[in-house]
């Protein structure tokens, strides 16, 4: 049963939530970064821990309350539902582009896939017990990051453009995959709360 109290504010307004405490991640990274922690085998790794993440270490915001704390933790626990929800449906894509040129798209996609999801699914630990085949998945994940970087140092092209599709084609085939075989039979058991 999903928890109501949590509910997600929408883009807009979590956008400018991150602006507000001055967040370097985009949204796009950050939803992508939950949904690799909602995915992680690191049942340890708690959404507080994830929230933290988005800052470099020492520049976390500062809430001056209880009230603000409360009000900062169930936006972002709205969030954390939706994507959760996202997983459960095994429904995680990487968001359409807007009127951004060849290189831009592609760094943007190495920021989703290598710094969302890819460090979500690791917390900061690179030493979870897992199943071999789930390793080598998320390492392959790493790979089409890389794929990402090589690209946006070319120029637009049919093949650049062609490439960047496929490439995107095997991300999301692959959070599939992860998600369907790893994820799903466990799912309810990964319900966390923030602390």
């Not at 704390?69 to 929800?85: I, N, T, Y």
Request: proline share 5%.
């Amino acid at each position: 049963m999903k928890n109501t109290e949590n509910k997600y504010i929408g883009d807009e307004a979590f956008e400018k939530l991150l602006e507000h405490y001055k967040c370097p991640l985009a949204l796009d990274v950050v939803k992508m970064r939950f949904a690799g922690a909602v995915c992680s085998p690191n049942l340890e790794l708690r959404p507080g821990e994830v929230i933290s993440s988005f800052w470099p270490a020492g520049q976390e915001p500062r809430l001056e309350n209880k009230e603000e704390a409360e009000l900062f933790f169930k936006f972002f626990m709205g969030l954390w539902d939706e994507v959760f929800e996202k997983v459960k449906a095994n429904k995680i894509r990487l968001p359409s582009f807007d009127d951004e040129d060849f290189g831009s798209r592609c760094h943007r996609r190495f920021m989703e896939v290598y710094n969302g999801y890819v460090e979500g699914f690791w917390g900061g630990k690179k030493d979870i017990k897992m199943p071999a085949y789930l390793a080598e998945t998320v390492d392959s994940l790493e790979d089409l990051a890389a794929v990402y970087e090589k690209l946006s140092s070319k120029k637009a092209s049919p093949e650049t453009e062609s490439a960047l599709n496929n490439t995107d084609n095997m991300v999301e085939k692959t959070i599939a995959f992860i998600i369907e075989n790893s994820v799903l039979p466990r799912i309810e058991s990964l319900r966390r709360n923030v602390n």
